[in-house]
Structures are given as structure tokens and as C-alpha cells.
């Protein structure tokens, strides 16, 4: 059973610094397109950035230069380096992952983790 997990989030001031983890666990063939959602309350989910296998990368404007993703293939993890966090940023940070397991006939099957709370407050 494929599975993601994600860890890092908690309460930090504005203009600091958090990193999210995504770990993914399971018998994986190989991990695809990675995205990062996140979804404040009162709002609609909203796509914050995404990485290809190949490590491309498309950012929503708001975090552009501010946040950083990376993914370690051999660890099946991805990271997302969050810098000067803003009022605006707090939410639950959600990972969504297309996940090629060993015994999936070649297909990639979309997955998403349970969520992470991101607070910014002085």
C-alpha cells in the first residue's frame, strides 16, 4: 500500500523559514509529477508549485522566489523549502504525487497525503 506522508508543518513568525517533507512509502516503481496544494480555510484548494520526474518546476506567483521544491528520487521524498513566510501562507499543506507502485500494471495512480498545518503568527 502506497502511502504519503507528510511532516515539518508548525508555527513559525512572519519572515522565517519551514520545510516540508513528503515521503513516500510502499513498493514504488517510480514516482512521476509531484504537486504541492494548499488550502486555507474558507478557500477552495489552490496548486502552490509542481516538479516533472525531470525536475522541472512552475510555482504559483505568490511564492515565487520564496519557496523552493526539491525531491530526492532515492529517498522518494520530496521537500519544500518555505522562505519569509507571509500572513497570507498559513494553511494545511496538502502533497499529491503520481505513484507508479511495482504491482500497478505500469499504470500511475494519483496520491495525496493527509496534510499539514502551516500557522504564521507574530
Known amino acids: 500500500q502506497v502511502q504519503l506522508v507528510e511532516s515539518g508543518g508548525g508555527l513559525v513568525q512572519p519572515g522565517r523559514s519551514l520545510r516540508l517533507s513528503c515521503a513516500a512509502s510502499g513498493v514504488i516503481f517510480s514516482i512521476g509529477v509531484i504537486r504541492w496544494y494548499r488550502q486555507a480555510p474558507g478557500t477552495e484548494r489552490e496548486l502552490v508549485v509542481t516538479i516533472t520526474s525531470s525536475s522541472s518546476t512552475n510555482y504559483m506567483d505568490s511564492v515565487k522566489g520564496r519557496f523552493t521544491i526539491s525531491r530526492d528520487n532515492a529517498k522518494n521524498t520530496v521537500y519544500l523549502q518555505m522562505n519569509s513566510l507571509k500572513p497570507e501562507d498559513p494553511a494545511v499543506y496538502y502533497c499529491?504525487?503520481?505513484?507508479?507502485?511495482?504491482?500497478?500494471?505500469?499504470?500511475?495512480?494519483?496520491?495525496w497525503g493527509q496534510g499539514i498545518l502551516v500557522t504564521v503568527s507574530s
Open positions: 499529491n504525487a503520481m505513484i507508479r507502485p511495482v504491482n500497478s500494471g505500469g499504470r500511475y495512480l494519483e496520491h
